[in-house]
């Protein structure tokens, strides 16, 4: 079973997705969306770094709701820079993140969340993982904001991909 669905969760967006994005519940599309959901995860399953293993769903959720409130907050900020820019309060800049997290799904994920959010944008990963380089829209307080990634995001990604430090 898992040769023919080597991810469920994954082909069941793709089905639903799909028909939301067609507005159709015809019979065509709905083999069209099955035939997607089949074949777009077996395709794509030599592009998934390793198997992704969720160790604390509390923190899935934890993390949605982080990640929903900086959106909101930041998407605020950003537009009042664009119809206000006089009350720009600090210049761009760079922030050195130092990274305990190294599972490439974790990584991955925290990628998404910083280019999500309006205002940040990742930058640079060094070779070894250990470093990200984030380029923050306004910048006020490089510390704080390393401090705020790594415990609003990183240390959540940690909680859930990777195995707990015995």
Known sequence: MK????????????????????????????LLALLLALA???????LRPMPVRIRHPGAVLRLMRAVMLDT???NFAVARLLLRPGLRRHPAGFVHIPLTLRD????????????LTPGTAWAELALDRSMLLLHVLELDDAEAIAA???????RPLIEIFEEPVQ
Request: aromatic share 6%.
């Open 72 to 74: 909101t907050r930041s």
């Open 40 to 46: 777009i995860p077996l395709l794509l399953a030599g």
């Open 3 to 30: 040769r023919l669905l080597p991810a469920p969760l994954l082909s069941v967006a793709l089905f639903v997705l799909w028909l939301l994005l067609n507005r159709s519940l015809e019979m065509a599309q709905l």
């Open 148 to 154: 705020d990634i790594k415990h609003r995001y990183e």
């Open 104 to 115: 490439p799904n974790g990584l991955a994920v925290l990628a998404m969340i910083v280019c």
